[in-house]
T-cell receptor, first 114, second 111 residues
Framework: NAGVTQTPKFRVLKTGQSMTLLCAQDMNHEYMYWYRQDPGMGLRLIHYSVGEGTTAKGEVPDGYNVSRLKKQNFLLGLESAAPSQTSVYFC?????????????FGQGTRLTVV | DQQVKQNSPSLSVQEGRISILNCDYTNSMFDYFLWYKKYPAEGPTFLIS?????DKNEDGRFTVFLNKSAKHLSLHIVPSQPGDSAVYFC??????????FGTGTRLTVIP
């Protein structure tokens, strides 16, 4: 019963480096989401996907790209990391839209950009 | 601009007493409200929800109240237990694909 798994759990990047965060879910959920959590800001939606091959922008999409080539995976990419992207990133999935009772979150990825 | 606000960053309650966590929102189009609970180093987990057509929803020790005219909701935990110590996030839905989260309230239940 893995649920939603995020890889890696921690990462330190230098400004300008690139990286990809991987989210994998084994519940056959259609919807997947990437959020970031910053002190005093709550969780904010970066990008989301309503099904394999689809992606859409959320509240704070700038500086990020995503891909959903397979239904079970949702990748978040940072092409050129900036200190402002230091945050904790959460992936979530749900069977239906709106993140209601069916939503599950991963453990989070703590990213520091120096 | 924060559409969902939790103005109390922390709350301490004695074990067995009632915990009341509050949440205010600004967008009258929100149609569904949820509370999530988060332990350190874990992702948020769903706790309880309420539709905008209701004013109360109860699940065991947890009750959520919604006051639409005041744009206010609250989570009551009775009786509070030490295992309830966590950060609680209020969230509101607008449309099908996003939740707006509050900044969280850290609840500490003192044994």
């Amino acid at each position: 019963n893995a649920g939603v798994t995020q890889t890696p759990k921690f990462r330190v990047l230098k400004t300008g480096q690139s990286m990809t965060l991987l989210c994998a879910q084994d519940m056959n959920h259609e919807y997947m989401y990437w959020y970031r959590q910053d002190p005093g800001m709550g969780l904010r939606l970066i990008h989301y996907s309503v099904g394999e091959g689809t992606t859409a922008k959320g509240e704070v999409p700038d500086g990020y790209n995503v891909s959903r080539l397979k239904k079970q995976n949702f990748l978040l990419g940072l092409e050129s990391a900036a200190p402002s992207q230091t945050s904790v990133y959460f992936c979530a999935s749900s069977r239906t839209g709106g993140l209601s009772t069916e939503a599950f979150f991963g453990q989070g990825t703590r990213l520091t950009v120096v | 601009d924060q559409q969902v606000k939790q103005n109390s960053p922390s709350l301490s309650v004695q074990e067995g007493r009632i915990s009341i966590l509050n949440c205010d929102y600004t967008n009258s189009m929100f149609d569904y409200f949820l509370w999530y609970k988060k332990y350190p180093a874990e992702g948020p987990t769903f706790l309880i929800s309420i539709s905008s057509i209701k004013d109360k929803n109860e699940d065991g020790r947890f009750t959520v109240f919604l006051n639409k005219s005041a744009k206010h909701l609250s989570l009551h935990i009775v009786p509070s237990q030490p295992g309830d110590s966590a950060v609680y996030f209020c969230a509101a839905r607008s449309g099908a694909n996003n939740l707006f989260f509050g900044t969280g309230t850290r609840l500490t239940v003192i044994p």
